[in-house]
């Protein structure tokens, strides 16, 4: 995924652009970036993050840094912000999305002219990189930024500084959100709408799909005005947000809790606690709980002093060791106890496997899964969601292709279909595999209900794959 910050002040903006990105870090894993401009031009910074978070790394910056506008961002995967000096003069440029057709864009521009990209240490070219590039084939800014997403496939959210303001460009389908507020004489722009509020910013707007404006501290200006189709990312909600956050004004904490609930109307399951695995599965829980009388508690606690960051560090083998690392069971809570456990998704299923075998060692008789989202089936084509190889790593997949020998989309179809066979042979095979006393996800349809804004403009492509 990935978090951004930008701030378009009359004063210094430095403390309000450190502030306000680090309050994206548990967006992503490795690198975080800030860049301003006052009045001895551009100074920029990016540091790697993971194994130090961002208000560590930047620290020295917060304090040496100055200038009025600037742009910070928190980047799962390549280093950004990014400073290019083209034909458009020199800007500062960040981006948050997914693109599907790199190496295709890559030969088309090596093909057009004398194009060179700097390789990162995987070998690869730096997404934002080519997203610059595409925008200085045309002749404005805004012409290269509208060129840019209409040649992607994915989504491509852009944050652009120049000496006169800072462009803002929401994916064309609004799958990740953009929220602006204001102060007085100041402005800024956030992928999360809490994180400007204790620097004194109240809600201005969000920007539409597609929208894009120019932010100085005086005002926003639409150049671009938002297109009529949107699909925002359901996930935001269920998982990726942050619970004090809000899209399209819909409250994360809110929608989690009505996922609780609906889980529990549709369950009959004997427990004697509900919980929720730390931290994204506890507002679900706490909903679960409220609607069917079972109480909740909190079996387990997440040791987060010196591992505050749940995405930390990126290989997955580590990642697994150190999830099972911050998880210090309560005795007294699970002995014994038929335990009912709701966490966001299941993905993988390595983590949920090892989980629930921690519940048993640690004395629980039963434990029960409740996701708070339907099985996840195709692997996210815009936001990576999970930068995995293959759809294979879907715990799903495997078993349908244990269950059927193929994978074509016909047969995938039917197992996202909760009220088929197929997708009840498909639970009871993840179930048994990973030894659940019992698994029920949440219904795509209430999910739907739990954020409670139009079906048509939520992106649930990663459970029936439909874009």
Not at 163 to 178: H, N, S
Not at 248 to 255: A, K, L, R, T, W
Not at 398 to 420: A, F, H, K, V, W
Not at 451 to 467: A, F, H, M, R, S
């Amino acid at each position: 995924m990935g978090g951004f910050f930008a701030v378009a002040s009359k004063q210094d903006c430095v403390f309000d652009l450190f502030f306000g990105t680090d309050y994206h870090s548990h967006l992503g894993t490795r690198r975080g970036g800030m860049a301003v401009y006052g009045r001895d031009g551009f100074d920029r910074a990016i540091h790697n993050i993971e194994n130090s978070p961002f208000r560590t790394k930047f620290e020295k910056e917060a304090n040496e840094m100055k200038g009025y506008m600037g742009i910070g961002c928190i980047s799962d995967y390549e280093p950004q912000p990014l400073l290019i000096r083209s034909h458009h003069g020199t800007y500062v440029i960040s981006t948050v999305g997914k693109i599907n057709n790199m190496e295709e864009l890559e030969n088309e521009l090596f093909r057009s002219g004398h194009t060179h990209f700097m390789e990162m240490t995987t070998g690869e070219i730096n997404a934002t990189e080519l997203v610059a590039t595409l925008i200085n084939q045309k002749e404005s800014i805004v012409d290269g930024i509208q060129y840019a997403q209409e040649k992607i496939d994915g989504s491509l959210t852009i944050q652009l500084l120049t000496p006169k303001g800072i462009y803002l460009a929401r994916d064309k389908m609004g799958r990740t959100p953009v929220a602006i507020g204001r102060k007085e004489g100041a402005f800024c722009a956030s992928f999360e709408s809490f994180a400007y509020l204790n620097l004194g910013y109240e809600e201005y707007r969000e920007l539409g799909p597609g929208e894009i404006v120019v932010m100085t501290p005086e005002a926003v200006v639409t150049l671009v005005k938002p297109g009529e189709k949107m699909k925002i990312c359901t996930f935001l909600w269920v998982y990726y947000g942050y619970p004090s956050s809000s899209y399209e004004g819909i409250s994360v904490e809110q929608m989690r809790y009505n996922c609780g609930k609906l889980l529990a109307r549709r369950d009959n399951v004997d427990a004697d606690t509900v919980a929720g695995v730390p931290d994204s599965g506890t507002a679900h829980a706490v909903g679960y709980a409220n609607e069917s009388g079972i109480p909740f508690s909190r079996p387990f606690i997440k040791y987060t002093p010196t591992w505050p960051r749940s995405f930390m560090p990126t290989i997955q083998s580590q990642r697994n060791q150190i999830a099972k690392m911050k998880l210090i069971p309560v005795h007294d809570l699970i002995k014994g106890r038929r335990l009912l456990l709701i966490d966001d998704s299941i993905v993988r299923g390595t983590q949920l496997r090892e989980t629930t075998e921690f519940l048993y060692r640690s004395g629980a008789r039963e434990v029960h899964i409740r996701p708070a989202c339907p099985p996840l089936i195709y692997g996210c084509r815009f936001l990576n969601f999970s930068r995995s190889s293959s759809d294979m790593d879907l715990i799903t997949r495997r078993i349908i292709q244990r269950l059927e020998g193929r994978q074509d989309d016909e047969i995938l179809q039917e197992y996202t279909n909760p009220d088929s066979d197929k997708y009840h042979d498909m639970v009871e095979a993840i179930g048994r595999e990973m030894n659940f006393s019992s698994l029920r996800y949440h219904r795509l349809d209430d999910m739907i209900q739990s954020v409670g804004i139009d079906p048509d403009q939520l992106c649930t492509y990663c459970w029936n794959g439909k874009e």
